[in-house]
């Protein structure tokens, strides 16, 4: 009788080692799927806002600021503004002090600078994208400039020898705007070709640099339109 009695024993011991075969098992088969399955909704947003963030840096500078930058026209149709030049300096301190204060304390990583002109070739505007590493901080940076179309505090002008923009000087500064979206600013200033001090300029002429705004938020939307990643594409790792 007593040796009939430890069965039992054994049929527990077979049990837990096949409850831990099962375990391993499905474990084994949840790590396998973990590796070998696409991305989630969730991961691919966040490498989109990522992508979105690096694009100041990954870019080339030609599609930051293109060559033309399109505009509505004063007499109705369309026009166009030309690219002057593009500063190889991206020091976020290309702006007034109280600006400049704001941009740093907000974790500035670069402020990227180009001049165009307008079709007409009366009036510069210099635009710059300030690459800021969130949303969040882009939005507290706005509040160190005017956003009341003046100048200053705002962008500091980017002149180039050689060209009809050799004298586009802070003091020739007329207007100026700020727009955020993501982690990026824009900004613009402006001023005439002639190189009148703004001080000296009589009845303000708004309309002459409303283009200005309209070819900074062209800038902008490239910039901070995130792109869903796609997982065929070269460009993409999934």
């Not at 002639?194 to 708004?206: F, K």
Request: charged share 20%; with cysteine; glycine share 8%.
């Amino acid at each position: 009788m007593n040796s009939a009695r430890p069965w039992p024993t054994l049929v527990v011991a077979s049990v837990l080692t096949l409850i831990c075969a099962v375990a391993a098992g499905v474990a084994g088969s949840a790590a396998g799927t973990e590796l070998t399955r696409g991305p989630s909704t969730a991961e691919l947003n966040a490498a989109a806002k990522r992508e979105v963030a690096e694009r100041w840096r990954t870019w080339p500078a030609g599609r930051i600021f293109p060559a033309t930058l399109p505009y509505s026209a004063e007499q109705g149709g369309q026009e166009r503004a030309t690219r002057i030049g593009i500063s190889p300096h991206i020091s976020c301190d290309s702006v007034d002090a109280r600006a400049a204060r704001a941009l740093r304390k907000a974790g500035c990583r670069a402020l990227l600078r180009a001049t165009y002109t307008d079709a007409l070739r009366g009036v510069l505007v210099t635009i710059g994208v300030a690459a800021l590493p969130d949303e969040l901080r882009a939005a507290r940076a706005k509040s160190g400039f005017a956003d009341n179309g003046k100048p200053v505090p705002g962008l500091r002008p980017l002149a180039f020898r050689d060209t009809i923009a050799y004298r586009f000087t802070p003091s020739v500064r007329q207007t100026g705007s700020v727009r955020q979206a993501g982690p990026y600013l824009v900004l613009t200033t402006a001023g005439e070709v002639d190189g009148r001090p703004g001080s000296a300029v009589g009845e303000p002429r708004p309309s002459i640099f409303a283009f200005a705004a309209e070819i900074s938020e062209h800038v902008l939307t490239e910039l901070s339109m995130p792109k869903m990643p796609d997982c065929a594409a070269e460009e993409w790792q999934c």
